[in-house]
């Protein structure tokens, strides 16, 4: 249930791959913990999990050998989950970007194509919003974006007593503090959207009962039809990115081959 990855289990799903390099450091008071793989000095994927989650949702990606001949991959541990103070919720998805920042800091000469499952998806919006210069392209997946389709979901706030707490695994608590806590953030990023000029590509499944797959329709209302590409998959649900992790690699390649 912590949804991450030891280093026994690490090295017994890399065995006969090259396994990916850990890399932490320490930003303000927090630890910021990523996972890198593939070629240096081509150009930058950063995957964002969604709630709960680490890098290791990724895993597969990391171990691709077209995708880390072709591109830099990184996968950070968002904070709160992973090897990024595990347990300590950040709401607020201004500071998330922040956090992920530092990371994009370490490579300026870059422009990232950011992919951002579920939860990760108001993330990596957020940090187009933020840095501009650093995002090339955003690659949504299954996205909680749109605050109007947000679920009131009663049982939220009785999992934050003390009691019923003390009995929810870490990672799940986390996420509900994050999740508690998301219409009122992407209420704040509305005006944000206006400002983006980045490329998307969004990625929905028509069955997916977590997230409505009118998320996928939410950035068109602020951008310009020609900043997005939809491609809805039928008959799939919100596991995109271990269902159908192709689906991701194809849009890599269409972020990638923009101009």
Do not use: C
Not at 118 to 147: C, E, T
């Amino acid at each position: 249930m912590e949804f991450r990855m030891s280093s026994r289990s690490m090295d017994d799903y890399y065995e006969g791959s090259q396994k990916p390099e850990l890399v932490s450091f320490s930003f303000d008071d927090r630890t910021v913990n990523y996972a890198e793989a593939g070629d240096k000095t081509k150009p930058l994927v950063m995957f964002v999990h969604g709630s709960p989650g680490s890098w290791s949702a990724f895993a597969d990606f990391l171990k691709d050998s077209v995708l880390i001949a072709n591109f830099h991959i990184i996968a950070p541990d968002r904070p709160g989950f992973g090897h990024s103070n595990f347990g300590r919720a950040e709401p607020s998805l201004k500071k998330q970007s922040q956090f992920l920042y530092q990371i994009l800091k370490r490579y300026p000469d870059k422009k990232a194509i950011l992919v951002g499952h579920s939860l990760g998806g108001p993330v990596i919006a957020q940090m187009a919003m933020d840095y501009p210069d650093n995002v090339r392209g955003l690659l949504f997946v299954a996205p909680s974006i749109d605050p109007a389709l947000e679920p009131d979901e009663w049982f939220r706030p009785l999992l934050r007593n003390f009691v019923i707490r003390t009995f929810t695994p870490i990672s799940l608590a986390v996420s509900n503090e994050e999740i508690i806590y998301l219409k009122e953030e992407l209420e704040m990023m509305t005006d944000g959207w206006k400002s983006l000029h980045t490329p998307v590509y969004m990625l929905q499944g028509d069955e997916d009962t977590l997230v409505p797959m009118e998320n996928a329709y939410y950035p068109g209302k602020f951008m310009p039809d020609s900043l997005i590409h939809i491609q809805l998959l039928g008959g799939v649900n919100h596991f995109i990115p271990w269902s159908h992790p192709h689906e991701i690699v194809k849009g890599i390649n269409y972020l990638n081959a923009l101009p």
